[in-house]
């Protein structure tokens, strides 16, 4: 009897031991799964770049990769599941088989009744099928794991900044940033080829998207941040934001650093278009007022279609701003998108104005029309990225971002004979060879 008693946490070890590699497999089977399935998301999203680029064979042969991998995953785990549960059933027989022979034969001579080898061996069988109970359960609690564990680390994240703060009772729209500088690598953001590159970088201590950005903006004040591509421009914007916190520095409205300040609330007073429009598969309308607290009346609609120049395309769709736009907007063309983006910005009245490329799809005459409609919005600060001379010459003042740093800044007059980077790229001198 105590021999087979012991029978029992023997099979609950090797239940544990080969649960854990199934679990182990399970793991393994989950991020199998994820590497397939963002494969087809991906492509599906991107269907067109796919098929113009001749990806078609590639993302096949990928998926198909991916699947296999999944599947050779899925074929482990039965086997070792199978291998576990027919172990411990042969196990779990052999003792029984040994039980009987033995009992029998101390039946034989005598040792024991019949009757007590009878009940010994219900009593037994009772006792091993708890045992297979609890191995499966074993079994499954590893099989939920991985999926367990991703749930728990979900609910235990904690939002990286507090959205609580004050509601001063006035907005003027002062804008300051003071010797702010920020990395995404911080953030945990940079690719990996990036982190590797910053390793190299580290010796040089100021190795950063932005650098020490000093820049101070008036209420009302048009300005455009002009430079060259990845020097930081786009990012200026989502600090002021507040999408992200400067890793040093501050950024202040009103006086204010950001980080004090109800986020909800300030939000609401800025109008922000960002590089790539951001449309949703809803009506036009909807896509205006996403995220407004009420829907703009039908006048004020109209009314910032036609600041955007957006009125003459929705006006001829089939249901006008009842027509949806298809996902991100794919029924509209690039240019149409953006001018969407700009009236769902107005739509809300910023007092804060921030326009990444908000006019580079645009012709040269939408691009003037817009650009005019934006100086009758007096009482707007306005940050407007550009890399186009005629929406840089539009602003009051003009600040170049070179490697996250801000290195020139005036009126647009005054920097086209500076000698900096704006008069070389804005006011080349003409080659008379050509
Ligand atoms: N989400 C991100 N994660 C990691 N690095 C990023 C991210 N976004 C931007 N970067 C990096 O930060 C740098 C600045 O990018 P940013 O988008 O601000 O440039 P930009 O001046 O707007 O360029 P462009 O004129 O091409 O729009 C780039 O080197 C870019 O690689
Ligand atoms: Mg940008």
């Known amino acids: 009897a105590l021999a087979l008693a012991l029978r029992a946490p023997l099979l609950l070890q090797l239940a544990t031991r080969a649960g854990r590699v199934v679990g182990q497999l399970n793991a393994r089977q989950t991020s199998a799964m994820n590497v397939a399935n963002a494969i087809a998301a991906e492509t599906l999203r991107e269907s067109r770049a796919v098929a113009a680029l001749g ?77 297979v109970v609890l191995q499966n359960m074993a079994l499954e609690l590893q099989s939920m794991r991985p999926t367990c564990a991703r749930y728990f680390e979900l609910l235990d994240r904690e939002p990286r900044m507090s959205y609580n703060g004050t509601v001063p009772r006035t907005f003027h729209g002062e804008i300051e940033l003071r010797n702010v500088s920020f990395d995404f690598a911080q953030h945990g953001l940079a690719s990996d080829a990036a982190k590797r590159d910053r390793r190299h970088e580290r010796a040089d201590e100021d190795a950063g998207t932005l650098q020490g950005v000093n820049l ?42 950001l980080r004090s300040l109800d986020v909800a609330w300030f939000r609401s007073h800025f109008g922000y ?77 910023p007092r804060v104005l921030l326009l990444d490329e908000a006019t580079s799809a645009l012709d040269a005459e939408g691009e003037r029309h817009v650009l ?9 600060t306005t940050v407007m990225v550009a890399h186009r001379l005629s929406a840089v010459l539009s602003a009051d003042r003009v600040v170049v971002v070179v490697g996250g740093k801000v290195v020139e800044s005036g009126t647009p007059a005054e920097l086209s004979t500076a000698g900096g980077w704006f008069q070389r790229n804005f006011f080349p001198p003409i080659d008379p060879e050509r």
């Not at 196990?91 to 033995?102: A, D």
């Not at 941040?225 to 916190?245: E, M």
């Not at 005019?372 to 007096?378: D, E, K, W, Y």
């Open 55 to 131: 990806a078609r064979q590639q993302v096949v042969a990928e998926y198909r990769a991916a699947v296999g991998t999944y599947t050779d995953v899925v074929a482990q785990t039965l086997l070792a599941e199978t291998v576990l549960r027919f172990t411990s059933l042969l196990i779990k027989s052999v003792s029984e088989w040994v039980l009987l022979v033995w009992g029998l034969a101390s039946v034989r001579a005598g040792r024991i009744s019949i009757g007590l080898l009878m009940a010994f061996y219900a009593y037994e069988r009772k006792f091993s099928q708890g045992t």
């Open 216 to 257: 101070k903006i008036r209420p009302g004040e048009v300005v455009a941040i002009a430079g060259p591509s990845g020097g930081g421009k786009s990012t200026l914007l989502l600090l002021l934001l507040r999408l992200y916190d400067p890793n040093g520095g501050q950024v202040l409205l009103d006086g204010a650093d």
């Open 273 to 349: 278009v960002p590089q790539e429009p951001a449309l949703l598969d809803r009506s036009v309308a909807d896509n205006v007022a996403f995220g407004m607290p009420s829907p703009p009346p039908p006048s004020a609609l109209s009314h910032v279609l036609q600041l955007a120049g957006a009125d003459a395309f929705v006006d001829a769709l089939s249901s006008g701003i009842d027509s949806r736009v298809g996902e991100g907007g794919r029924s509209l063309s690039g240019g149409q998108r953006q001018r969407l983006a700009l009236a769902r910005a107005l739509a809300r009245r």
């Open 372 to 380: 005019a409609a934006l100086r009758t919005l007096n009482a707007t």
